[in-house]
């Protein structure tokens, strides 16, 4: 097993191309040539979870929040972060980070948040926008099938829970092949051909682009295969921040409050007023979610319940909406188990250890 495996593996549920722009998602240190004897999953990356990786047997920690975000312009014992790098280094252990592509997809981290909470009928509460395209392709009748069904293997054709979707629109296509060419139709340096062709329209997500243009080209019997990809504002409501559903059933504030607490193992919950009304809809977004409130309170959340929130942003929530911060860690902190998900699912008889140890840097008196 190598590091590239473990990477491709998880890369296939939270592609990087979902991370946002300031993130630093991937391997951190380490090569992916390297063999694998075992993963230890934790949400961060200290210098206790690099001793744990060594006492557990474990060469490659996978872990959420990237250990390395900026540039290192030098590694020695100043920070905790040049520490960590230094002893992985030392001791031939892997670090890699899968952060805000693993929130952005489906899935994951407020996935698994919502389902600690019991939540039902979840979508995501701000879809992102700019990871589609629309590809269009040129295929002669006969090819039509052959040619759909290679782009959609690919990864192309699906919006939301509809798969294989593709519209096509009959017509003429003309050319004239050259002296140079080699056509499947007509003879190099002939006459201009005319021939029956059907338009075929497909939305193509970011991450699939190549394999899709990959799997066009080598269906199609054309030496050289027309088409179009234009980028599309539209949003994808598989992709993106947050997460918004619904109670099985109508809770009080103090029951909301009491399950938060409960499910999600902290002792202490900041939070707006309350209003003496039922909970039913209920918007999150695990680690830092306070630039979601405004989809919140526009989703008709009764209550919004995320990380890392600062006194003044309190006052934004206006009556209209309760604000319950559970703390970044509390909120993200089942994110281990959704790594140990997927390798466990394709390795099933290979190392994948989660770590004994809470990382939280923050505690608390009570």
């Not at 004897?37 to 929040?65: K, P």
């Not at 960590?84 to 001791?91: D, E, G, H, Q, S």
Request: glycine residues 8%; aromatic residues 8%.
């Amino acid at each position: 097993m190598t590091v590239k495996e473990i990477i491709n593996e998880i890369e296939s549920f939270a592609p990087p191309v979902y991370q946002e722009s300031y993130d630093n998602t991937g391997l951190q240190v380490g090569s992916a040539a390297d063999t694998v004897t075992g993963v230890l999953i934790s949400l961060d990356v200290t210098e206790d979870i690099i001793r744990e990786a060594i006492e557990r047997g474990c060469n490659m920690v996978v872990a959420h929040h990237p250990l390395i975000f900026s540039g290192l312009k030098k590694v020695s014992d100043r920070t905790y972060v040049e520490r960590v790098v230094r002893m992985a280094i030392k001791n031939d252990i892997c670090i890699y980070a899968a952060h805000t592509n693993l929130d952005n997809v489906h899935n994951g981290v407020n996935a698994k948040f919502a389902e600690k909470l019991g939540l039902v009928n979840t979508r995501i509460l701000a879809p992102k926008s700019g990871t589609i395209s629309k590809l269009y392709t040129y295929a002669p009748i006969e090819e039509a099938d052959i040619i759909r069904d290679a782009m959609f293997a690919a990864g192309a054709g699906n919006i939301s829970e509809y798969s294989e979707c593709s519209f096509n629109t009959p017509g003429t296509g003309t050319f004239r092949a050259s002296e140079n060419a080699n056509p499947t139709i007509g003879t190099a340096g002939g006459e201009r051909i005319s021939e029956q062709e059907v338009k075929i329209e497909v939305i193509v997500p970011q991450h699939a682009t190549s394999a899709v243009l990959s799997a066009l080209k080598s269906a199609h019997s054309y030496e050289e295969v027309a088409y179009e990809l234009i980028a599309l504002s539209n949003t994808a409501q598989q992709k993106g921040a947050g997460m918004v559903g619904y109670l099985p059933e109508p809770l009080t504030e103090q029951e909301m409050l009491s399950l938060i607490k409960q499910q999600m193992k902290t002792g202490c919950i900041r939070h707006t007023a309350l209003s003496g009304n039922k909970i039913s809809k209920v918007a999150i977004c695990g680690g830092s979610g306070s630039f979601l409130l405004g989809a919140a309170i526009g989703s008709g959340a009764d209550i919004f319940i995320t990380g890392d929130y600062k006194y003044h942003q309190f006052f934004d929530a206006d009556g209209k909406i309760i604000i319950a911060d559970i703390g970044h860690y509390e909120s993200e902190q089942f994110t281990s188990e959704i790594f140990e998900s997927i390798l466990t699912k394709k390795f099933p008889n290979f190392a994948v250890l989660l770590s004994n140890l809470s990382t939280n840097p923050v505690k608390y008196f009570c």
